[in-house]
């Protein structure tokens, strides 16, 4: 891996930092990826505030016996990052066997070409390793109803702008409130050997 690579407070500061700047992560600058990055500072703060995790899921981290490391791949600017990351660092840190790495997309091309999805760069990407470097799961980018959106807006847009789209897929985020995420996480789960 190359350059950074955050805890998720770390990665909560540096963006703050950027927002202070109106800047965003990567070499693409503009005052839409900046704005991007400030809402989804917003969205961070908001889950990390708010968001519960299921007692199934609690139960079935907290049986994890072997140490796992969470590496998401991300960036500041993307917003189904913003309502999962948070939500994925809660499940980190309801367990004592898993360390959660965030790094950049950008910084790690070899890395995200390992992980495409449909052949495209999507983010946020989570890969769980073991001690020895073994992938056990890969999550992401986002929960399958969203994917499903996305996915049905591409197909058939009607007329529906990318801006149009975008607040109708957050307004799932926001009425979903992390159960569906939750829940992929549940199955992932008990598929496991803990």
């Known amino acids: 891996m190359n350059k950074s690579i955050f805890t998720y407070e770390e990665f909560y500061e540096w963006i703050l930092e950027l927002v202070l700047a109106e800047k965003t992560s990567g070499s693409s600058q503009s005052p839409a990826l900046a704005n ?5 500072a917003k969205r961070m703060s908001r889950l ?9 899921l609690m139960s079935l981290l907290q049986e994890i016996t072997e140490l796992q490391e969470w590496l998401v791949i991300t ?17 980190a ?3 004592d066997n898993i360390n ?5 997309r950008e910084e790690n091309p070899e890395l995200m070409d390992q992980y495409l999805t449909n052949g495209s760069k999507s ?3 989570l890969v769980s390793f073991d001690q020895s470097g073994n992938e056990i799961f890969t999550w992401g980018p986002r929960p399958e109803p969203a994917q499903k959106i996305l996915m049905d807006w591409k197909r058939e847009p009607a007329g529906r702008s990318w801006e149009i789209f975008e607040k109708e897929l957050h307004t799932w985020y926001a009425l979903d ?11 992932i789960l008990e598929k496991q050997e803990v």
């Open 177 to 187: 409130k992390s159960v569906s995420l939750q829940g992929e996480f549940v199955q």
């Open 123 to 125: 983010i946020p990407k």
């Open 100 to 104: 959660l790495k965030i790094v950049l």
């Open 75 to 91: 960036e500041a600017w993307c917003g189904d990052s913003a309502q999962s990351l948070p939500v994925i660092a809660r499940m």
């Open 48 to 56: 990390s505030k708010t968001v519960i995790l299921q007692p199934e």
């Open 36 to 40: 991007f990055t400030a809402l989804n």
């Open 93 to 95: 840190a309801a367990s």
